[in-house]
C-alpha cells in the first residue's frame, strides 16, 4: 500500500521546499475533485432533507391551524369576531399548505435526483427567504448550492 506524499517524503526524494504546493496539487488534485463532488452530493441530499423536514413542519402547523378554526368554529358558532378569525386562520393554513406539501414533494425528488425538483426547490427557496429566520436560511443555503455550475450535473 502506497503512502500519501507528504513534505517530508517529497524532500527526501529531491523536490525542494518551494515546489511543494505544485508537488501536493498534482499529488492530490483527483482526491481533491472527488472529495469536491462529494461534499456537493452530500449537500444537496441536505438540502433535501431539510426541505422535507421544513415542509413537514409547515403541513402539520397548517393542520393544527384548520383544527383550531374548525374546532372554533362549533364552539363559538354567534360569535363574528371568531369567524373572522377562523377564515384568517384557515387562509394561512392554506398557503402553509401550498408552500409545506410541494416542498416535501421536491426535497424527495431533489434526494432521487430529478431534474424537475432542482427547479421546484429554486422556487420554493426564493419563497422560503422570505420567510424569516428559518426559511431565510434554508432558501439562501439552497439557493448557494442549487445554483452552482456543478449541481447541475447532478441532474443529468
Known amino acids: 500500500m502506497a503512502s500519501t506524499p507528504t513534505l517530508q517524503t517529497s524532500l527526501e526524494h529531491g523536490a525542494n521546499a518551494s515546489s511543494w504546493p505544485i508537488i501536493r496539487s498534482a499529488c492530490f488534485a483527483p482526491e481533491r475533485i472527488y472529495r469536491t463532488a462529494m461534499n456537493l452530493t ?45 377564515g384568517a386562520n384557515v387562509a394561512a393554513a392554506l398557503i402553509l399548505l401550498a408552500i409545506g406539501l410541494p416542498s416535501i414533494f421536491a426535497g424527495i425528488g431533489l ?9 421546484m426547490i429554486v422556487l420554493l ?12 436560511v434554508l432558501g439562501a443555503f439552497s439557493l448557494w448550492i442549487l445554483l452552482k455550475n456543478q449541481a447541475v450535473y447532478e441532474f443529468t
Do not use: C, E, K, N
Open 42 to 86: 452530500r449537500r444537496i441530499d441536505l438540502i433535501g432533507y431539510l426541505h422535507i423536514a421544513y415542509g413537514s413542519v409547515l403541513v402539520v402547523l397548517a393542520l393544527f391551524m384548520l383544527l383550531a378554526a374548525t374546532v372554533g368554529a362549533f364552539l363559538f358558532p354567534l360569535i363574528a369576531s371568531w369567524a373572522v378569525g377562523a
Open 111 to 119: 434526494i432521487r435526483r430529478f431534474s424537475w425538483a432542482r427547479t
Open 125 to 136: 427557496a426564493v419563497i422560503d427567504l422570505f420567510s424569516f429566520p428559518l426559511g431565510t
